[in-house]
């Protein structure tokens, strides 16, 4: 039997701002159900990356592929609408409805034609069932009837997070999900996202190697806007260049990085 192909190919993604290059030739590949980690020093090119895969910023030259599908050149939306999942955009949370609310209404705006023409996303239980389902996997269950406005920050980038698994991605995108965050949060979001694994694939981009080692199937290490190297946690922790460029001898991040 054939093994599944990737999910997401990157293939030679290059992006440069004036003189700048924030990518360079970048190739990597994201594997189906895989916890992918994109790291490295600042400027490496993290979120470059992650912006040309959402389609939020156009690459100058490269390609795509979700699913074997060419992706390039769609909109963020069509992006969407294929299973690219893009957490923590906090513009997206309404502070003045409920958790459950704005669960809903994210629901409602992947769910597509169907729903359209339903006035109350708050009363409608296809929309409100699967919202609290949400809700459940990412731990908010207890706050569901309270205004968005009125969470902690934690509890913010989880109600985000719910909103995100509202369209059912295959991959998700995330981008420093625990910043800002204190310890316990942070270790809450982890727990979180360990319970993802598996349901979903996700492309994390985060500092904090032990959030890293803790969640990530295979690493790619970016230097430079280049692949400085790639492979599981083990190999990447040993490779000397990634220890030179941005591990250090005893296998930690350079702090603050
Ligand atoms: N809109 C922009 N205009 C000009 N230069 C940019 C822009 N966005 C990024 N850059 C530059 O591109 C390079 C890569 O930046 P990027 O933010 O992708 O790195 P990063 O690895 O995510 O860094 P960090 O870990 O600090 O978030 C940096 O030199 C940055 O200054």
Request: hydrophobic fraction near 45%.
């Amino acid at each position: 039997m054939r093994a599944p192909g990737p999910l997401l190919e990157v293939e030679g993604l290059s992006k440069a701002f004036g003189g700048v290059t924030a990518s360079d030739a970048l190739s990597f590949t994201v594997m189906p159900g895989e916890v992918h980690a994109l790291i490295g020093p600042n400027g490496a090119g993290k979120t470059t990356a992650v912006a040309q895969i959402a389609g939020e910023l156009k690459p100058d030259d490269g390609r795509i592929r979700l699913d074997g599908r060419e992706i390039s050149h769609l909109p963020v939306h069509r992006r969407a609408l294929l299973g690219l999942g893009r957490s923590f955009q906090i513009t997206s949370v309404l502070p003045d409805f409920s958790v459950l609310d704005n669960v809903a209404l994210a629901v409602q705006a992947h769910a597509g034609h169907s729903f359209r023409l339903i006035r109350n996303a708050r009363r409608d239980a296809r929309l409100r069932d699967p919202a609290r389902a949400m809700l459940t996997r990412v731990g908010l269950a207890a706050v569901a009837g309270r205004a968005a406005g009125a969470l902690s920050h934690g509890e913010k980038r989880k109600l985000e997070l719910a909103m995100a698994l509202a369209g059912h991605p295959r991959l998700l995108l995330l981008d420093e999900p625990m910043a800002g965050m204190g310890g316990e949060d942070s270790a809450r979001m982890v727990e979180v996202l360990q319970g993802l694994k598996g349901t979903v694939a996700m492309l994390l981009v985060e500092h904090d190697m032990d959030v890293v080692f803790a969640l990530a199937d295979r690493i790619t290490v970016l230097d430079g806007g280049r692949v400085l190297a790639t492979g599981d946690p083990e190999a990447v922790r040993a490779d000397p260049a990634v220890i030179a460029a941005y591990l250090g001898e005893e296998g930690v991040a350079c702090q603050p990085c």
